[in-house]
């Protein structure tokens, strides 16, 4: 479980980060970014180190290949707490940039482990995406 006072802190954050990227504000995101960042390398490896915040982020890096290695960083934290809601949006994300890089084989292995961690969650929208992106994938 993700720790109260960081969980504010990076919803609080992701919001900000959302409406700056609204305004096309680059000199507020990357100032708030590097306040994210920052929560997150304070957390690491500690007992608030959370999946969560390492995934969101990935969800705000503009550099495909970075984020990729965010979600690979947030999926590894995900497995470790045995964390299947985490586990699948994670892979889906991943395999959807991977998809943007062409690299349809690793995205096909990240659905298929966002598949199995989606058969254990109750989120059916997550699991319908996932199958439909694997199909898509599969032909």
């Not at 992701?14 to 700056?20: D, G, I, T, V, W």
């Not at 969101?56 to 970075?66: S, V």
């Not at 707490?81 to 699948?88: A, E, K, W």
């Amino acid at each position: 479980m993700i720790n109260t006072k960081i969980y504010k802190s990076v919803y609080s954050l992701s919001e900000k980060l959302m409406a700056a990227a609204k305004k096309d504000n680059n000199e507020v995101f990357e100032s708030l970014y590097a306040e994210l960042k920052a929560v997150c390398i304070d957390n690491e490896n500690t007992g608030k180190d959370h999946p969560e915040q390492w995934e969101t982020l990935a969800d705000f890096t503009d550099e495909l290949e970075d984020a990729v290695a965010g979600y690979e960083k947030a999926l590894e934290k995900a497995i470790a707490i045995n964390s299947n809601d985490h586990i699948s949006s994670i892979s889906l994300s991943m395999a959807t940039l991977q998809i943007e890089l062409g690299q349809s084989i690793a995205a096909i292995k990240n659905l298929q482990v966002a598949k199995i961690s989606a058969n254990k969650i109750e989120d059916t929208e997550l699991k319908g995406e996932v199958d439909d992106l694997l199909e898509t994938l599969l032909g």
